[in-house]
């Protein structure tokens, strides 16, 4: 089992910085990946950015450059780096870590945080 609770959402400006953290507990070393993931009002939730174990990552395409993910090796802390906010990355940001086990793939999610940019 793996807790996952995130912090640093809120309002901000367009043209705007946030920092977003998640904070992760219980069976780590099981932890592959862990991600970000958003969902607007009315859409499907969409991968942000991913990180895996051994540091490899990926982003989602609309980003161009804007977001950050970091964390360590220890799948203790995965951050987002949001810079040059616009209106449209309005969401709910969610916190995801992926555990792989018995040839499967489990998924275990934050509570989300909200992320309005408007001014």
């Known amino acids: 089992q793996v807790q996952l609770v995130e912090s640093g959402g809120g309002l901000m400006q367009p043209g705007g910085s946030l920092r977003l953290s998640c904070a992760a507990s219980?069976?780590?070393?099981?932890?592959?990946?862990m991600g970000w993931y958003r969902q607007a009002p009315g859409k499907q939730r969409e991968l942000v950015a991913r990180?895996?174990?051994?540091?490899?990552?990926n982003y989602a395409g609309f980003l161009k450059g804007r977001f950050t993910i970091s964390g360590d090796n220890t799948m203790n802390n995965v951050y987002l780096q949001m810079n040059s906010l616009k209106s449209e990355d309005t969401a709910v940001y969610y916190c995801n870590a992926e555990v792989l086990g018995l040839g499967r793939k489990t998924d275990y999610w934050g509570q989300g945080t909200q992320v309005t940019v408007s001014s």
């Open positions: 990180i895996t174990r051994d540091g490899s990552t």
């Open positions: 219980g069976s780590l070393f099981s932890i592959h990946a």
